[in-house]
């Protein structure tokens, strides 16, 4: 069945850096636009970074400059390089997958990422 599973979350000092990926499996890859989205308790999921089969990006203004998405199309994989992580990076990162034929969306477990000394 359709699946994506998510690695590489942690705890990390400020400053620091952390490369997330995400897996897929039981979709047509190319056809989907893959995207990071971040939730911390109590507010709504946010977008990060968007990356589409074509590898145009587009990212939050709270991280640009700071974290780069790619993805691997002949491994159905998506990554998050985290790099001068803040405090306020703390959350629980989801992988994304639009399929823009179908509309549909999928979800990954998430992934935790605390940024702390």
């Known amino acids: 069945q359709a699946q994506l599973v998510e690695s590489g979350g942690g705890l990390v000092q400020p400053g620091g850096s952390l490369r997330l990926s995400c897996a897929a499996s039981g979709i047509t ?7 990071w989205y971040r939730q911390t308790p109590g507010n709504e999921r946010e977008l990060v970074a968007r990356i ?3 590898s ?4 939050a203004d709270s991280v640009k400059g700071r974290l780069t998405i790619s993805r691997d199309n ?6 998050l390089q985290m790099n001068s992580l803040k405090p306020e990076d703390t959350a629980v990162y989801y992988c994304n997958a639009h399929d ?11 992934t935790q990422v605390t940024v702390s000394s």
Not at 56 to 59: A, E, Q
Not at 74 to 79: C, D, L, M
Request: aromatic share 22%.
């Open 100 to 110: 823009f034929s179908t509309g549909y969306d999928l979800w990954g477990q998430g």
């Open 74 to 79: 002949s491994k159905s994989a998506v990554y």
């Open 29 to 35: 890859f190319g056809f989907n636009v893959m995207g």
């Open 52 to 54: 589409t089969p074509g």
């Open 56 to 59: 145009s990006t587009s990212y």
